[in-house]
């Protein structure tokens, strides 16, 4: 990989409309997100995987409209800070 496809960020840090491939969502250091976790794993954040924020509310982003394939949901930034993504090549999608 090269270019922006070649780091990895969190999903609450992307931008708005850039489209990225999920690489993980990672386990969370309280237990208390550990049920979190696999929520987001079972609703369809998993490696591979295309997303977007499509939009994000105001002030600081909260919350994040992520767009999964042809569903959107809304994630908290913190709930969105455990999903790893690879940003795509500008012009993606």
């Not at 969190?10 to 049920?35: C, E, G, H």
């Amino acid at each position: 990989m090269t270019g922006a496809a070649s780091h990895a960020i969190s999903l609450d840090q992307l931008p708005t409309n850039q489209w990225a491939t999920v690489l993980d969502v990672r386990r969370p250091p309280q237990v208390d997100d550990a049920d979190l976790v696999l929520r987001l794993t079972e609703i369809g954040f998993v490696p591979g995987e295309t997303v977007r924020i499509v939009a994000a509310g105001l002030p600081g982003r909260e919350p994040l409209a992520v767009r999964l394939g042809h569903t959107t949901f809304a994630l908290r930034r913190h709930e969105a800070s455990f999903v790893h993504v690879s940003p795509s090549e500008p012009g993606h999608g």
